[in-house]
């Protein structure tokens, strides 16, 4: 049987790259998906495609997930198609602008980023945690970022997003480590996906990054994807509140 037989999952901000790659390995390891993201089409193709190799265990639509109703419509959805939520993993995001100073942000900039990147992922624990309790607990990931650990030139709104994601996620796993309900947070570093096509697709970018990365390569959407899965399992049962860094030891380059 697989790492996560029998577990049903919500990830969001999975049309590609790495909400696809969790996706997939997800019902690899044995779960049923629900896969949400703001781009309809992809994301439905996902769960066809996991539908055709694997029967019916994917169910892919639109939400945006800084709306508080989106977020109440697709937990039902989720329980109609498959009965109960075991894990979600708050993966949605965006970085939001081309790079700026602060004082160059204009404010609904800033709260755009916000939106989706923080202030969605405790709509997502509001309106998860009922349907865990139900079922005697659960695992919540939260995909925050290198950038939600040190600073990040050029992109403050983003760093603060994802600084919140990570102390979101150390006061919910307090609160609800009583319930069974582990709360744990995912800090990638560059990984070669859609999101940061600007920096992948240029080589002399891409190589002064590369040379900051002890490792000396950037990370795959798998990479975060096989963390997510062992974060989701029951194998890290005793692992609640914790940030795990995923960055090839870029943040320890000093």
């Known amino acids: ?73 697709t937990i039902s959805k989720t329980i109609a198609k498959f009965g109960k939520v075991d894990v979600l993993v708050n993966n949605a995001g965006i970085t939001g602008i081309t790079p700026k100073k602060p004082e160059d942000y204009a404010l609904s900039e800033y709260e755009k980023v916000m939106a989706v990147n923080a202030t969605s992922n405790f709509l997502g624990i509001k309106y998860v945690v009922p349907e865990m309790k139900r079922i005697g607990g659960g695992s919540i990931i939260n995909i ?27 006061g919910a796993a307090v609160s609800l480590g009583a319930d069974h309900i582990r709360v744990n947070s995912v800090h990638p570093g560059f990984i070669e996906t859609p999101m940061i096509s600007d920096y992948t697709d240029n080589a002399d ?34 692992v609640d509140g914790a940030e795990l860094i995923i960055d090839g030891a870029q943040s320890q380059n000093v």
């Open 144 to 170: 925050s970022s290198l950038a939600g650990i040190v600073g990040m030139g050029g992109f403050s709104g983003y760093s603060a997003s994802k600084g919140a994601t990570r102390l979101l996620t150390k």
């Open 205 to 238: 970018i891409k190589k002064g990054i590369e040379a900051k990365i002890p490792l000396g390569y950037m990370g795959k959407p798998e990479d975060v994807a096989y963390a997510v899965v062992f974060l989701a399992s029951d194998e890290a049962r005793f």
């Open 1 to 73: 049987m697989g790492r996560l037989a029998g577990k049903v999952a919500i990830i969001t901000g999975a049309a590609r790259g790495q909400g696809a790659s969790e996706a997939e390995l997800f019902v690899k390891e044995g779960a049923k998906v629900v896969i949400t993201d703001m781009l309809e089409d992809e994301v439905k193709q996902v769960a066809d495609t996991l539908n055709a190799q694997f029967g019916d265990v994917a169910l892919g639509f639109k939400q945006n997930v800084a709306e508080e109703t989106e977020w109440q419509e």
